[in-house]
């Protein structure tokens, strides 16, 4: 369906195949520690700003500088696993991003913490698509593959949700070098045991490097994309910054689909998106992909603004959130080939919305029982739900050659579209409690946060009925081309 892309070279069995659940437990560490630190610092912040006496730009870069690396580069290094060899970049991303873990958390200096991030964000952009390659690659079979991806699903929803607990735990009884510094020894046990199990692998048979063009224009238009959303946030649609930013982010991104239709060996080969799975996968990806930020971000500022919660206090308020993604995920993976994926994302978009739905009800001085922790539970176990449907038709039909390409795909739709539907979903909640002037701050804020969840809800819902009209309807258990990846 996409010529060459989808076809594995022959070469013998990679380490990958040859030791499926030692590589899933690798893969799955790897991916817990890159998630975790997207939110980890963010609990660190304030000693942060403290200690090195950051701005509040600075401030701010701490966490857009791995932001922009991180999504800006997630396309290249999901072709370079394909082109380059799956278990050396493997290696190679979280090298880069345990070395500058070491870096972030020995700064002196505020640039130097700045600097170590976007380091941070471009190993992150290496590691996160080669883990899901791995793990699409080593298992073959339908049922093995759908469970273990449930697992490095629930593992990575868990890693997201638990950054503001494990992070102020850190803080408070160690320091705030610590958000960084723990990742040191974790990389380096995972570098030694990934050395040893990963012994041999071999690289596609290719003669055509990476396509640099191409490379350089959506890494480009996609950084510049990213950054223009943070300068709107900070600084309004009208500024210069966010004008400059956006329409450099236009230039680069059409440049790139004209560099795609001539390249010899271009980065994403346009025909991939003809793969109707693909396409859905990442249009819903794409749309969705801010809901649980927005979701985490409203439920934190409910937590500590109106309820008074400490930034540890808000973290722990948070856990039924973790618990309920990784049980969403874990059982998805059982109820796929009973279901479909159809009527699983559909029975996951319905639960999501009904917990958000649920939050739409908060107030105050309500339990935490029955106001926070349910509709949590609830609106994250929906999102486990619906997780692995997308994953598994992302990359059904790609075979090894694409495997990265598709994982290097979905993940950069994932961001990118909770990005802009982060900051949308912000501006609506602030919209709204604006024009509540005659309560009190507290209840305007609440009327925000619980108009926020409302949207949400919509577009979880929305989603939920396009999906279930356009995914593929059941995963098969024969393989799909090349022998890898079942057809979907």
């Not at 009904?354 to 339990?367: C, E, H, I, M, P």
Request: glycine share 14%.
């Amino acid at each position: 369906m996409t010529g060459a892309l989808v076809k594995a070279p022959a070469a013998a069995a990679s380490p990958v195949t040859r030791r499926p659940w030692l590589v899933l437990v690798l893969t799955c560490a790897a991916q817990f520690m890159g998630v975790l630190d997207v939110t980890i610092v963010n609990v660190a912040l304030p000693s942060m700003r403290d200690s090195l006496h950051l701005s509040a730009g600075g401030l701010q870069w701490v966490v857009s500088g791995y932001a922009l690396t991180f999504v800006g580069f997630l396309l290249l290094g999901g072709r370079a696993a394909d082109l380059l060899g799956l278990e050396r970049v493997f290696l190679a991303g979280l090298a880069v991003f345990t070395a500058a873990s070491l870096v972030g958390g020995v700064a002196q200096e505020g640039w130097q913490l700045v600097a170590a991030r976007v380091l941070q964000g471009l190993g992150g952009a290496v590691l996160t698509p080669a883990t899901l390659t791995m793990v699409t690659t080593a298992f073959t079979g339908s049922r093995e593959r759908a469970r273990a991806l449930g697992i490095w699903s629930a593992v990575s929803g868990a890693g997201g949700a638990l950054g503001g607990v494990i992070g102020g735990l850190l803080t408070g009884l160690l320091s705030w070098r610590w958000v960084l510094m723990v990742n040191v020894p974790i990389g380096i046990v995972l570098l030694l045991v990934g050395g040893w199990a990963l012994r041999g692998g071999h690289r596609l048979r290719t003669r055509a490097g990476l396509d640099l063009s191409g490379s350089v224009t959506v890494t480009g238009g996609t950084a510049c994309l990213i950054g223009g959303i943070v300068a709107v946030e900070q600084e309004g649609w009208r500024s210069a910054t966010s004008v400059a930013l956006l329409a450099g982010a236009a230039v680069l991104l059409s440049a790139f689909v004209v560099v795609e239709r001539s390249a010899a060996n271009p980065l994403v080969p346009l025909a991939v998106f003809r793969i109707r799975s693909l396409s859905v996968a990442n249009a819903l990806s794409l749309v969705t992909g801010g809901v649980v930020p927005a979701t985490f971000f409203f439920m934190s500022l409910y937590l500590q603004q109106v309820r008074g919660l400490d930034p540890l206090g808000a973290g722990l308020a948070m856990v039924p959130a973790a618990v309920g993604i990784a049980a969403g995920s874990v059982v998805s993976s059982r109820l796929l080939v009973r279901l479909g994926s159809r009527v699983l994302y559909l029975t996951g978009a319905v639960a999501a919305a009904g917990g958000l739905l649920w939050l739409t009800r908060l107030d105050a001085s309500g339990g935490y029982a029955g106001q926070v922790a349910a509709p949590l539970l609830l609106a994250m176990l929906g999102t486990g739900l619906g997780g692995l449907p997308l994953t598994m038709a992302a990359t059904a039909h790609t075979g090894p050659g694409g495997a990265g390409l598709a994982s290097g795909l979905l993940n950069t739709s994932r961001q990118v579209g909770g990005a802009v539907e982060l900051a949308v979903l912000v501006a609506l909640a602030a919209t709204r409690t604006a024009r509540e002037p005659a309560h009190p701050a507290v209840v305007a804020q609440l009327a925000g946060y619980r108009w926020g969840w409302l949207w949400c809800a919509v577009v979880v819902l929305l989603t939920g009925v396009a999906g279930s009209l356009t995914l593929p309807r059941a995963a098969r258990t024969r393989p799909g081309p090349g022998g890898g990846a079942p057809s979907a």
